[in-house]
């Protein structure tokens, strides 16, 4: 199956700082990216979607100049919280949608941020 | 807005039971349907979907599911569960032409004891 990859899997950092985590589709290419947000015991929240070369589509609640996203080529996409508070701390999940298979995400392995 | 319901947040089996995930929608649109499995510790893994044709879809590692328009359900099935089936169970719905996103339900969290 199609295999999704993030780097890094866990981030501590300081509050104040930026962290950017990067979302790669390995054995394809995803016409479109997502990024989820997973708090515990809850189910995944979307945050964004986007689309290569153009500009993400942000959900309603979420701040597009704190959650940079990046959509760089058909395998590659970043996620860069800027000047991370407490509050981010989070597990934060891309996924990538082709269109094989008919329209399906596959789903990366997670980055879990601790802000301190 | 369309949601997507999962009634049962905890479930847990013997080895061998049967095992039946309730998954409701709330649109009456054409949707697709997913349901997606997370291992302990593993990412998100997809069971199975169902675009259209046989409403009747079967996954991998046992799993089926059945799509039943009228009661916008498409419930999970296993005859028989195993150990490993140990993990949390998410049911998502895409609707057709609504921006094509996909809804999550609350997830179930299924434990088989040996």
């Known amino acids: 199956g199609a295999v999704v990859s993030q780097h890094p899997s866990r981030v501590i950092c300081k509050s104040g700082t930026s962290v950017k985590i990067e979302c790669r589709s390995l054995?394809?290419?995803?016409?479109?990216m997502f990024w989820y947000r997973q708090f515990p015991k809850q189910s995944l929240m979307l945050m964004a979607t986007?689309?290569?070369?153009?500009?993400?589509?942000?959900e309603q609640g979420v701040e597009k100049d704190k959650f940079l996203i990046n959509h760089a080529s058909l395998t590659l996409s970043t996620l860069t919280v800027t000047s991370a508070h407490p509050e981010d701390s989070s597990f934060y999940i891309c996924?990538?949608?082709?269109?094989?298979?008919?329209?399906?995400?596959?789903f990366g392995p997670g980055t879990r941020l601790l802000v301190l | 807005a369309q949601s997507v319901s999962q009634h049962n947040h905890h479930v847990i089996l013997s080895e061998a039971a049967s095992l039946e995930l309730g998954c409701n929608y709330s649109y009456g649109g054409t949707v697709n349907l997913f349901w997606y499995v997370q291992y302990p510790g593993q990412h998100l893994q997809l069971l199975l979907k169902y675009f259209s044709g046989d409403p009747l879809v079967k996954g991998i590692k046992g799993f089926e599911a059945e799509f039943i328009k009228s009661k916008f359900s498409f419930n999970l099935r296993k005859p028989s569960v195993q150990w490993s089936d140990t993990a949390e169970y998410f049911c998502?719905?895409?609707?057709?032409?609504?921006?094509?996103?996909?809804?999550f339900g609350t997830g179930t969290q299924l434990k088989v004891e040996l």
């Open positions: 998502a719905v895409i609707l057709t032409g609504g921006g094509n996103k996909l809804t």
């Open positions: 054995d394809f290419q995803a016409t479109t």
């Open positions: 996924s990538a949608r082709t269109h094989l298979g008919g329209e399906t995400q596959y």
């Open positions: 986007s689309n290569e070369g153009s500009k993400a589509t942000y």
